[in-house]
Structure formats: C-alpha cells, structure tokens
C-alpha cells in the first residue's frame, strides 16, 4: 500500500494549517522568538553604541541572533506534541513523513519569517551595516535559515523524548549546524563587501548540500523516531 | 462487515529489559470482541498500543489482514480507533475544529453534516464551537469516541473505556461497541466487570511466569 502524491501533499498540508492554527493561538514558539529578538538586539545595539564594527563581525552577529533564535523557538513543534501526548494522536492518523514535511515547513517558513524581520531591525537600529549585492545576500540568508531550520526541525524530534532537553538542544545542534554557520557567515560577509552576486557561488554549493544532505538523512532517521 | 481478522502470536514486551508480559496470543475474526484484564502494571495499555502499532513488540507479531491481505503495520493506524486516558486532544481548539483537522491529516474528506452527526452521537453538538480546554473529563473522554469512530474502523481498541463518562456517556459507549461488533472486532482493556461481560472472550495479564512457566495470556471464550 503507498501514498498517492497528491494525498501526501493534502496531509502535509494539513499538518502544516494544524501547527499554524496552533501556534497562532497558543503562540508557544512567537513569545519565545519575539521577546529573544527584542532583547538581544537591544543589548548588542547598547553595547556598540556609536562604535564602528567590522563587516566580519556584522555578518557574524547577525547569525549568532538567527541561530539561537532558530534555537529557542524552532524545537516546540515536536516537544509540544509530545508534552501534551497529542503525538499518538498524530501516530494514529498517519504516517511518518507528512507528519516531518508539515513541521519542516512549519519551522521554515517560520524562521524566514523571522531572518527577515531581524535583519530588517538589525540594519535600522547599527550603524555600518551595509550590503553591495542584495541579491547575494538574500541568497545567502534564504539558504542559511532553511539549513537551519531543517536542522532544528529533525534535532528537535531527536530530542521530543529526552528529560534533559534545555541542555541537549544546543549541544546537538552545534556540531550539526557548524559547517551551515561557517559556509552562511562567510557567503553573507561576501555579499556585504563584493556587489557581484555570484561572488559567493562556492558557499551557495556548500549550502546547497547541506540542505540536501540533512533532509535526506531526516527522511532516514524519521521513521525510526517516529516508530517508538 | 469488513472480512478483518487479527492474528497475535506469542507477543512479549520488555522495557530496559524488564519483561511486562509474555507468550500472549489470540486470534479474532470480524464480530468477535475481546476482554484484556489484568492488575496495574501487567501491561494492558502496552499491549494495546501495540496492537495498534504505536509500539513494537520485543518478541512475537501481530498480523492484521482485511479482505486475506495482510496490512503492513505502517498502514494499520488506517484500520483502527483507538479511546484510551493517554491519548490526548488539541485542548486550543474546538470540537469540531479537532474533528476536521484529525479527518484531514487521515486524508479523509467527511462533509460537515458527517462531522455535525458524530458530535450528536456523543452529545456534544452544543459545545463544538468551545475550545477543548474548557471541557470536562468527561466530555474530552466523549470526542474521543467521535474520532475514533469517524471513519468507521474495522478494528476498535478501547482502554479503560468507561474513564470519566456518566450514565449517558457510558450508554453511547456500549451503543458504539454494539455497532462495532457488527462492523468489525472490538479489544478492551479493563478490569471492570460491566465491561468484560459485553466481550466474547477475555484473557488475563497476570504478570511474567518464572522460566519453564507457561505463558501468561490466559484465553477464555465466554
């Protein structure tokens, strides 16, 4: 027995309407994502005041914020359901990889939301931030937030199950997410020193694999997750 | 009825090496209901979510097979409605908004007099636009039963079925086991007495036997 596409893409969908609907009304991970953006930037913006930084160090800071807000926020989608035990619920309406794709989607969309709403506040409130090739670093942010997020979305459902979930969040994810970080910082450095937009074209390759290669081993390790 | 039959054969289950039951099979056929009682911790619960493929077991298989084709166990969820106190519902929304969501992420496509129908059956048609959070023991415990039943299972897993219902709720819940038995098989776990006389058969999870003992799923046809 398999599932036709279109049935997948309806479910998929439907996993995706449900945390939305979800999240707008419990607002479990906005909260979280909102005060963590309001309260790092304006600590990073107190502690620089009027000093000049940089280029390095912007593209740097810049990921270090969308990095642990991607962590604060993007490992509720599994933790909930397991929390309020809904997930066998989900268990017993279908199978594994609606259920991932919906959250994947879920989590991404979210974090581009976010990138983008953090850079546009990050380039208003410091001074000497300023990017030559648009286009590179919109290139660069869109692949760096869904490495990030797809990397979040199947460490978070690692972990839905363990005690010690605060500390182990992190933990896992550095190491997974090191190489994205790296390859992003640099691309996005390029992006804010060199107008050409193919300038970065070895990172987007990089970033390219990276999405490629962790989604195709969340499509793996899912099923196993998912079983008990 | 749906030709469905259910097939367990010498099923154990151990957690961190610690065996909860053992050497437990049975065999039912579409109208057969089953009785599963046994004091706590004998592993009642466990044994129905693996029934339902929520859990694997540590030794032994369960084979589902609608029609003489045997359904994978990645499918089975297809096949079965499940009422148990550890499954839990989406408490920020609203009856019906539980009722459409679940039926959607099942690829299914009830219209909304179907939906309107099941809330009446359960007696919740005045509350399906309050969110689930608001709701009784009781009244969570009822929707439940709508959603297990929504698509007509051929398999019914019922764990401790009678959990927070008053006399009305427990009245729509031996109508729906009645209907069950003419769609399909019904497995209860329980240990109350009302509840086991309604099924066919019973067995008794009385605990892990020590070695050389034989098995522990005691099978009894009433």
Same mark, same amino acid.
């Given at each position: 027995?398999?599932?036709?596409?279109?049935?997948?893409?309806?479910?998929?969908?439907?996993?995706?309407?449900? $945390?939305?609907?979800?999240?707008?009304?419990?607002?479990?991970?906005?909260?979280?994502? @909102?005060?963590?953006?309001?309260?790092?930037? +304006?600590?990073?913006? @107190? +502690?620089?005041?009027?000093?000049?930084?940089?280029?390095?160090?912007?593209?740097?800071?810049?990921?270090?914020?969308?990095? @642990?807000?991607?962590?604060?926020?993007?490992?509720?989608?599994?933790?909930?359901?397991?929390?309020?035990?809904?997930?066998?619920?989900?268990?017993?309406?279908?199978? +594994? /990889?609606?259920?991932?794709?919906?959250?994947?989607?879920?989590?991404?969309?979210?974090?581009?939301?976010?990138?983008?709403?953090? /850079?546009?506040?990050?380039?208003?409130?410091?001074?000497?931030?300023?990017?030559?090739?648009?286009?590179?670093?919109?290139?660069?942010?869109?692949?760096?937030?869904?490495?990030?997020?797809?990397?979040?979305?199947?460490?978070?459902?690692?972990?839905?199950?363990?005690?010690?979930?605060?500390?182990?969040? !992190?933990?896992?994810?550095? !190491?997974?997410?090191?190489?994205?970080?790296?390859?992003?910082?640099?691309?996005?450095?390029?992006?804010?020193? $060199?107008?050409?937009? $193919?300038?970065?074209?070895?990172?987007?390759?990089?970033?390219?694999?990276?999405?490629?290669?962790?989604?195709?081993?969340?499509?793996?390790?899912?099923?196993?997750?998912?079983?008990? | 009825?749906?030709?469905?039959?259910?097939?367990?054969?010498?099923?154990?289950?151990?957690?961190?090496?610690?065996?909860?039951?053992?050497?437990?099979?049975?065999?039912?056929?579409?109208?057969?209901?089953?009785?599963?009682?046994?004091?706590?911790?004998?592993?009642?619960?466990?044994?129905?979510?693996?029934?339902?493929?929520?859990?694997?077991?540590?030794?032994?298989? =369960?084979?589902?097979?609608?029609?003489? =084709?045997?359904?994978? *166990?990645?499918?089975?969820?297809?096949?079965?409605?499940?009422?148990?106190?550890?499954?839990?519902?989406?408490?920020?929304?609203?009856?019906?908004? #539980?009722?459409?969501?679940?039926?959607?992420?099942?690829?299914?496509?009830?219209?909304?007099?179907?939906?309107?129908?099941?809330?009446? &059956?359960?007696?919740?048609? *005045?509350?399906?636009?309050?969110?689930?959070?608001?709701?009784?023991?009781?009244?969570?415990?009822?929707?439940?039963?709508?959603?297990?039943?929504?698509?007509?299972?051929?398999?019914?897993?019922?764990?401790?079925?009678?959990? #927070?219902?008053?006399?009305?709720?427990?009245?729509? &819940?031996?109508?729906?086991?009645?209907?069950?038995?003419?769609?399909?098989?019904?497995?209860?776990?329980? #240990?109350?007495?009302?509840?086991? =006389?309604?099924?066919?058969?019973?067995?008794?999870?009385?605990?892990?036997?020590?070695?050389?003992?034989?098995?522990?799923?005691?099978?009894?046809?009433?």
């Amino acid at each position: 027995m398999i599932m036709k596409s279109d049935g997948f893409i309806r479910i998929t969908a439907a996993v995706f309407r449900k $945390d939305t609907s979800s999240e707008l009304r419990t607002r479990y991970a906005l909260n979280a994502l @909102f005060l963590f953006t309001l309260t790092t930037l +304006s600590i990073i913006l @107190f +502690s620089f005041q009027s000093a000049t930084v940089p280029v390095q160090v912007h593209a740097g800071l810049l990921w270090v914020l969308i990095f @642990f807000a991607a962590m604060s926020g993007l490992s509720r989608t599994f933790i909930t359901e397991e929390d309020r035990g809904t997930i066998l619920l989900l268990k017993l309406s279908t199978i +594994s /990889t609606p259920v991932f794709y919906g959250k994947l989607l879920f989590n991404v969309l979210l974090l581009l939301a976010l990138t983008a709403i953090l /850079t546009i506040l990050y380039s208003l409130v410091l001074p000497g931030f300023a990017v030559m090739s648009m286009t590179s670093f919109c290139i660069s942010l869109f692949l760096g937030t869904v490495g990030l997020a797809s990397a979040s979305t199947i460490i978070g459902a690692l972990i839905a199950k363990a005690n010690a979930r605060g500390t182990l969040y !992190p933990v896992l994810s550095f !190491p997974i997410v090191l190489p994205l970080l790296l390859t992003v910082i640099r691309a996005t450095t390029i992006a804010m020193e $060199d107008p050409a937009w $193919d300038a970065a074209m070895d990172e987007y390759r990089v970033l390219v694999s990276y999405i490629v290669a962790i989604n195709a081993a969340s499509y793996l390790v899912f099923e196993y997750i998912w079983k008990d | 009825m749906t030709d469905i039959r259910i097939t367990v054969a010498g099923l154990r289950k151990d957690f961190n090496r610690r065996p909860v039951f053992s050497d437990i099979s049975f065999d039912l056929s579409g109208g057969r209901t089953l009785a599963i009682s046994g004091r706590n911790g004998s592993g009642k619960s466990t044994l129905l979510k693996i029934i339902a493929s929520l859990l694997s077991p540590s030794a032994g298989a =369960v084979s589902l097979t609608i029609d003489g =084709v045997e359904i994978h *166990r990645r499918w089975t969820f297809r096949h079965v409605g499940m009422v148990a106190p550890y499954l839990h519902l989406y408490e920020e929304f609203t009856a019906l908004e #539980n009722l459409t969501l679940i039926d959607r992420i099942r690829g299914s496509n009830h219209t909304a007099s179907e939906y309107e129908e099941m809330l009446a &059956m359960v007696s919740l048609e *005045r509350r399906r636009h309050d969110v689930v959070r608001t709701f009784s023991s009781g009244m969570k415990q009822r929707l439940k039963y709508a959603l297990a039943w929504m698509d007509r299972p051929g398999l019914l897993l019922l764990d401790e079925p009678r959990t #927070n219902l008053d006399p009305e709720g427990i009245t729509t &819940m031996k109508t729906l086991f009645k209907e069950q038995r003419g769609n399909g098989i019904v497995i209860v776990a329980t #240990n109350e007495e009302d509840d086991a =006389v309604m099924c066919d058969e019973r067995i008794s999870l009385s605990g892990v036997p020590p070695p050389g003992a034989p098995g522990t799923g005691r099978k009894g046809g009433r």
